[in-house]
């Protein structure tokens, strides 16, 4: 009977139904493999590489472009942050359009999330990203045709990798930083900028504990805005650090004047701005009493 049905079929038809048997089935994702975040992959795609930490680490979240500089990785813009990291390379089905891949992506993070993005040669060289970014060679192809997407989801910290390789194949690397702790992203240079237009700006992500001491993620945020401070060389800024900690005022303003001083070390530049680090400890409370540290920079208050 299926016999004379295939008989029976016009060319067009017939020449279909010999391509749906003779194209094999998409391969499957490999053991143990999940998309990371709850958000459709592109269709047709799977996973061929995938990794999960089994408890929290420290990671590197970037948010800028890469490039080298006499060997080393210069990275413009990012945060440290313990995290517990699953990544998941997928691989697309032949003949897809980068830009349809790209546009499907981009719908990973609302526009209010993105913290920063580019495509092609504004990335920097595919190269750094693959090997030394991520320590992928499958995401090694030719500048013009990556993409990067870095922003925050409900889940975490999320990064996308687009590459088209030069065999015309297209691999997405999705990268989620899962964390408990409210890390707060800003761009050193909008900081900066922010300090050179207000007068003064709070360093989110800068939370000094209790004695003092600054937890190891505000290592990142700071090294982040200390290449932008040259923006205000010849100036002088105020390091103000906040704390609101149990004991006699006078041994939590010390604390936070050491606080002050762990700061300036880690902000100093030798083309950049007079730094003056001040321990203000309780004395200028807000309402939610969290520790914080902030840039001044009084020749701007003066003038408000």
């Given at each position: 009977?299926?016999?004379?049905?295939?008989?029976?079929?016009?060319?067009?038809?017939?020449?279909?139904?010999?391509?749906?048997?003779?194209?094999p089935?998409?391969?499957?994702?490999?053991?143990?493999?999940?998309?990371?975040?709850?958000?459709?992959?592109?269709p047709?795609?799977?996973?061929?590489?995938?990794?999960?930490?089994?408890?929290?680490?420290?990671?590197?979240?970037i948010?800028?472009?890469?490039?080298?500089?006499?060997?080393?990785l210069?990275?413009?813009?990012?945060?440290?942050?313990?995290?517990?990291e699953?990544?998941?390379?997928?691989?697309?089905?032949?003949?897809?359009?980068?830009?349809?891949?790209?546009?499907?992506?981009?719908?990973?993070?609302?526009?209010?999330?993105?913290?920063?993005?580019?495509?092609?040669?504004?990335?920097?060289?595919?190269?750094?990203?693959?090997?030394?970014?991520?320590?992928?060679?499958?995401?090694?192809?030719?500048?013009?045709?990556?993409?990067y997407?870095?922003?925050?989801?409900?889940?975490?910290?999320?990064s996308?990798?687009?590459?088209?390789?030069?065999?015309?194949?297209?691999?997405?690397?999705?990268?989620?930083?899962?964390?408990?702790?409210?890390?707060?992203?800003?761009?050193?240079?909008?900081?900066?900028?922010?300090?050179?237009?207000?007068?003064?700006?709070?360093?989110?992500g800068?939370?000094?504990?209790?004695d003092?001491?600054?937890?190891?993620?505000?290592?990142g945020?700071?090294?982040?805005v200390?290449?932008?401070?040259?923006?205000?060389?010849?100036?002088?800024?105020?390091v103000?650090?906040?704390?609101?900690?149990?004991?006699?005022?006078?041994?939590?303003?010390?604390?936070?004047?050491?606080?002050?001083?762990?700061?300036?070390?880690?902000?100093?530049?030798?083309a950049?701005?007079?730094?003056?680090?001040?321990?203000?400890?309780?004395?200028?409370?807000?309402?939610?009493?969290?520790?914080?540290?902030?840039?001044?920079?009084?020749?701007?208050?003066?003038?408000?």
């Amino acid at each position: 009977m299926t016999r004379n049905l295939i008989h029976k079929l016009t060319p067009p038809v017939m020449a279909a139904f010999l391509l749906i048997l003779l194209t094999p089935a998409f391969a499957a994702d490999v053991a143990g493999a999940s998309d990371p975040i709850k958000f459709d992959r592109y269709p047709q795609s799977r996973i061929v590489s995938y990794s999960a930490d089994a408890e929290p680490q420290a990671h590197e979240f970037i948010v800028s472009h890469v490039e080298k500089i006499r060997r080393e990785l210069r990275v413009e813009e990012q945060v440290r942050v313990n995290a517990r990291e699953i990544r998941a390379i997928y691989e697309v089905a032949a003949g897809t359009p980068l830009d349809d891949v790209i546009r499907h992506y981009t719908r990973t993070l609302p526009a209010d999330d993105v913290l920063f993005s580019c495509r092609g040669r504004d990335c920097g060289r595919s190269a750094q990203w693959a090997n030394q970014v991520f320590g992928e060679a499958t995401l090694l192809g030719p500048d013009a045709g990556q993409f990067y997407l870095a922003g925050k989801r409900a889940e975490g910290l999320l990064s996308v990798y687009v590459i088209e390789r030069g065999n015309r194949r297209i691999n997405v690397l999705l990268r989620l930083l899962v964390t408990s702790d409210d890390v707060a992203i800003q761009s050193g240079s909008r900081i900066v900028d922010a300090l050179g237009s207000k007068g003064h700006v709070i360093v989110n992500g800068v939370l000094p504990n209790l004695d003092g001491t600054l937890p190891a993620r505000a290592k990142g945020v700071l090294e982040s805005v200390r290449p932008h401070l040259e923006k205000l060389r010849e100036k002088e800024v105020y390091v103000v650090c906040h704390l609101y900690a149990p004991g006699e005022v006078s041994g939590v303003i010390k604390r936070s004047q050491s606080c002050a001083e762990q700061v300036v070390g880690l902000l100093a530049l030798s083309a950049g701005p007079a730094l003056v680090p001040f321990g203000a400890g309780p004395l200028l409370p807000r309402s939610d009493r969290v520790g914080r540290v902030e840039l001044v920079l009084p020749h701007r208050r003066a003038r408000e």
